[in-house]
């Protein structure tokens, strides 16, 4: 056993599209939470693991905090608080806007609570300009006492590093809870259900995507190719037909695309067969949300 290991739980917050996702895959150096220009990306909070000279970093990324109008909404906000329990360190990050949102408000109460090192993580520095990075400082800083402000950009890979040697600090145990070769605990078949969304995402818009989810129904790996069977359901008839498309073109998207993200991922061939059902207002129902793997139990 090396006497100087340590490691810690590093739970990530903010609200939606924040870049709290893509600052997790910079940090990692791998791409394992999805990420898409649409609010409300990230489901399901997301464990990303880090071993590094000796230093083994835990991340939770979790679902963005917003008003929940839905059951999957309560679920997602439930889980990214309940990131907190069990957190070494936090990483709250914003946007330099304006001013801090009514959401961002209830975060900090919340995280005043719990009597953590909060570091504020202000992204998107590289399409900011100065004067609005420096008044985003001044609107915060009176809000609570945080150990640090980190300005970064998590598209462009900068500032990023200064979080992993802050971090680290407050660290407390002296073991590795995973492999140091593990970069998530996500299940092969959830890493290709999510990748599916995320093209879902990326190719339909308003509340096609919010509406969407994938079930793994088959995963079968073979000598040098992994085939997956997936179904997506969406909540109304109407949604089926742009998710497949005229002649079928979008699904045929998804599918590649899909593809191409998961070769790369698991280094060797995927074959991808995509199915479209519809279940109305899944959303809203416990049972369906449970069998989506949106569920504490
Ligand atoms: N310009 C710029 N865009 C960024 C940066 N970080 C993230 N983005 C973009 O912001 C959008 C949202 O990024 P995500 O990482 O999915 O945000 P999130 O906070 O995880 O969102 P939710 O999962 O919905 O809570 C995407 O279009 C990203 O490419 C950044 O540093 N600079
Ligand atoms: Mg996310």
Redesign the pocket.
Same mark, same amino acid.
């Given at each position: 056993m090396d006497d100087n290991r340590k490691s810690g739980f590093v739970a990530i917050i %903010?609200?939606? /599209?924040?870049? +709290? $996702?893509?600052?997790l895959n910079t940090m990692l150096g791998e791409k394992i *939470?999805?990420? $898409? $220009? +649409? @609010?409300?990306?990230?489901r399901t909070s997301i464990t990303g693991i880090l071993t590094k000279d000796g230093t083994q970093y835990i991340f939770i990324?979790t @679902? %963005?905090i917003h008003k929940p109008r839905t059951r999957l909404g309560d679920y997602m906000v439930k889980s990214a608080f309940s990131s907190l329990s069990g957190a070494d360190a936090v990483l709250f990050?914003v946007e330099a806007d304006s001013k801090p949102s009514p959401t961002e408000l209830k975060i900090i109460e919340r995280l005043k609570q719990q009597n953590l090192p909060v570091y504020l993580i202000i /992204? +998107?520095?590289?399409?900011k300009s100065k004067e609005k990075l420096g008044q985003t400082i001044l609107d915060y800083s009176p809000l609570m006492d945080f150990t640090d402000v980190i300005p970064? $950009? *998590?598209? +462009?890979n900068d500032g990023v590093d200064i979080i992993l040697n802050e971090v680290c600090r407050h660290f407390k145990d002296d073991r590795f809870f995973f492999p140091e070769d593990m970069i998530t605990d996500q299940p092969e078949r959830q890493i290709a259900a999510e990748v599916i969304r995320e093209k879902i995402l990326r190719l339909t818009d308003d509340e096609i995507p919010h509406g969407t989810a994938v079930t793994i129904e088959d995963f079968k790996e073979k000598k040098d190719l992994i085939s997956i069977r997936a179904e997506i359901f969406c909540e109304k008839a109407s949604h089926k037909g742009i998710i497949i498309g005229k002649n079928g073109e979008t699904i045929k998207k998804i599918g590649t695309y899909a593809r191409e993200d998961l070769e790369e991922f698991f280094g060797c061939r995927v074959f991808i067969d995509l199915w479209v059902k519809v279940k109305k207002n899944w959303r809203d129902s416990v049972a369906a949300a449970k069998n989506f793997g949106y569920t504490d139990n």
């Open positions: %903010g609200r939606p /599209n924040v870049g +709290k $996702s893509t600052l *939470a999805i990420v $898409s $220009s +649409k @609010p409300q990306t990230t990324d @679902p %963005g990050v /992204n +998107k520095t590289d399409v970064v $950009s *998590a598209l +462009k």
